[in-house]
């Protein structure tokens, strides 16, 4: 089944064209990629999806459904949920607050709202820190607290915008492994990273895009080996230089 559709999207700031004419469709049950060179357009289409403004062309489809130009609580409501590629950390609040932020969506008791945040905590591993203030959470903390956040809204898609930047090896091996579990239970993911090496481990498939295109939607082994690809992320003289190899081979 196909849970999300965008069909043909362009976003636009002034007379950049950030996304262009963009098609991609996310299965139920998938881990997709979305990746590309800085400035390719991954969080304004990630933004666009999310509602965090509408696009000026195109169509999004979340089961089957337009949600384009929907708000972001609305979308949030609808079963698709996003994390920031900056934690949104506040000030004063601790990890449980937090997490309750997401939960108060379908509980309405307070209560039962951190009933709730709190068994989302441990799920992600934070369970011994309910009542720490955010700021002083490690980034890997920060980052497994965003997907606590969207996790609390009981979403069927999650949205993830860089959730591994700043991590170590180690670090990057554990939320990787919560994003593989997470799936496993049933939560569908489009993310959007630049470490490809946990892209190519994880995902089933990966979206390439670059100065607002699509110039690849594939397995991730045929998706790196795209000369279209390696010229979008290295420029033209090495990807020249493949070609030349692959000719001569
Ligand atoms: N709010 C904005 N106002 C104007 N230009 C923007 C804004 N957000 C992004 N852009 C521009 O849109 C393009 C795509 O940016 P972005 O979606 O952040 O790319 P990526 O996440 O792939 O690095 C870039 O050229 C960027 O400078
Ligand atoms: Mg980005």
Redesign the pocket.
């Known amino acids: 089944m196909t849970l999300l559709q965008v069909k043909q999207l362009t976003k636009r ?2 007379g ?1 064209v ?2 262009d004419k963009v098609d991609f469709h996310v299965e139920a049950g998938e881990i997709v990629g979305l990746i ?12 666009v999806i999310a509602g965090a403004f509408g696009p000026e062309e195109g169509e999004v489809l979340f089961e089957g459904r337009s949600i384009a130009g929907l708000d972001s609580a609305r979308i949030c409501q609808r079963g698709l949920a996003r994390t920031f ?1 900056i934690p949104q950390v506040f000030s004063s609040m601790t990890v449980r607050d937090t997490i309750v932020t997401g939960s108060l969506l379908h509980h309405r008791a307070v209560a039962d709202a951190q009933v709730a945040a709190e068994a989302i905590a441990r799920r992600v591993g934070l369970g011994a820190r309910l009542d720490v203030p955010t700021p002083s959470l490690t980034t890997a903390e920060k980052k497994r607290i965003e997907v606590a956040r969207a996790l609390a809204t009981g979403p069927r898609m999650l949205l993830l ?1 860089e959730v591994l930047a700043g991590l170590n090896a180690s670090e990057v091996a554990g939320m990787l492994d919560l994003i593989r579990q997470l799936r496993d239970e049933g939560t569908t993911v489009l993310f ?1 990273e630049h470490n490809m090496e946990a892209v190519m481990s994880v995902c089933d498939r990966i979206v390439v ?1 670059d100065l ?1 295109r699509k110039i690849a939607d594939g397995a991730p082994l045929a998706v790196m080996a795209d000369p279209g690809v390696i010229r979008a992320y290295l420029g033209d003289a090495p990807a020249a230089a493949l070609e030349t190899e692959a000719a001569d081979a």
């Not at 800085?38 to 990630?46: D, I, Q």
Request: net charge neutral; hydrophobic share 40%; proline share 5%.
């Open positions: 700031f002034g950049l950030a996304v590309g060179p800085n400035g390719a357009g991954k969080t304004t289409l990630f933004n590629q915008d959007v895009l607002g």
